[in-house]
């Protein structure tokens, strides 16, 4: 039998990443000047105050209606499945609380500020893809020489993606084996 995480557990996870999510950029937002960089580890890891209109990792969307009624979707999705699957093992409970906490944090600086505040900056690796024609279709190519600046909602919401995926690729689809209102527990091949 699997350890399941408590509904107050799933809620104190979520309620956690938030609160020190929102401390942390009120603290850089309110100790630094926008753009200002501080080496914690050389060029390696910086805190870097910057704010993103955009979405994760800084990319960018030009609708912020469209971009915002789609961070509510996407949060409200996460709610459903952490419902839904809340008598799953904690494994999948734990990660869907980080997503939804992640969603939920940089929610509220869409709100409230109109954009998010980032500055975790790291320097992982270079990332150059060449560009290239495929069946008609040009790819201008990519290049990344410093990891996106990011906060503690994104990883949150990446940690959690990545325990997911993992997850599904080492256990199996939580949602395979669930049954969805009106659904008998045969399905139609099975009752032939």
């Given at each position: 039998m699997q350890k399941k995480l408590s509904t107050k557990m799933m809620i104190g996870i979520i309620v956690f990443v938030i609160l020190l999510d929102q401390v942390t950029k009120y603290i850089i937002k309110s100790t630094m000047s926008l753009g200002e960089s501080i080496p914690v580890l050389g060029k390696f890891f910086c805190i870097t105050y910057v704010e993103n209109p955009g979405m994760a990792f800084g990319v960018r969307i030009s609708n912020p209606i469209l971009f915002s009624a789609l961070s509510i979707f996407a949060a409200i999705l996460v709610f459903y499945y952490l419902f839904r699957l809340r008598n799953e093992g904690w494994l999948i409970q734990g990660a869907l609380s980080l997503i939804a906490a992640?969603?939920?944090?940089?929610?509220?600086?869409?709100?409230?500020?109109?954009?998010?505040?980032?500055?975790?900056?790291?320097?992982?690796f270079d990332i150059s893809i060449p560009g290239f024609n495929l069946l008609g279709w040009h790819f201008p190519g990519y290049s990344l020489t410093r990891w996106p600046v990011f906060n503690i909602a994104d990883s949150a919401v990446t940690t959690g993606m990545i325990i997911l995926i993992f997850y599904i690729i080492f256990i199996g689809d939580p949602l395979k084996n669930l049954n969805y209102p009106g659904q008998d527990k045969k399905t139609e091949i099975e009752t032939e």
């Open positions: 992640g969603a939920i944090g940089n929610l509220i600086d869409r709100f409230v500020h109109g954009k998010v505040v980032d500055f975790f900056d790291v320097e992982f």
